[in-house]
């Protein structure tokens, strides 16, 4: 089970030099884009907040489509603190992400649920 978990906190990153040939292109190049996506089914998670942190200081707020996807435009150039929110998953910072004028690239994230904590004891314990 640790092992799943720790894959489905991995993030993925591809050079946006090598774009997917899934995704239409219309020649503009975003600094960060990606999707979100639920680790155990593996399908989009719709309104994720992403916030863009650089030098400590609150950049950018954006939220995923219904296709789980996001995307920064304009960013500054510099070193990012990415972090994924979202009501019932765990919360997923990602740190030292580069941002370079002109260069983009994709993160994909996929969150793990909360598991819900029971903290009363059942009354069965006994």
């Given at each position: 089970?640790l ?16 774009p997917?040939?899934?995704e ?6 975003d600094d ?7 680790c155990e089914f593996?399908?989009?998670l719709?309104?994720v ?5 650089l ?5 950018m707020?954006v939220f995923?489509d ?9 960013l ?6 990415f972090v994924?929110e979202?009501?019932g ?7 030292k992400?580069?941002v ?5 690239f994709q993160l994909?994230v996929?969150?793990?649920?909360e598991?819900?904590i ?5 009354p069965?314990?006994?």
């Open positions: 089970m092992i799943a978990a720790v894959s489905c906190s991995m993030l993925t990153f591809a050079n946006a030099n090598d997917d040939p899934m239409p292109t219309n020649g503009k190049k960060v884009n990606g999707t979100v996506l639920s593996k399908k989009p719709k309104d907040s992403i916030t863009a942190i030098s400590s200081k609150k950049e707020v995923t219904e296709e789980g996807n996001y995307v920064f435009d304009e500054k150039p510099g070193t990012y603190k994924f979202k009501t998953y765990k919360k997923i910072t990602k740190d992400i580069v370079k004028t002109d260069e983009a994909k996929e969150m793990i649920e598991e819900d029971d903290l009363m004891p059942s069965f314990h006994f």
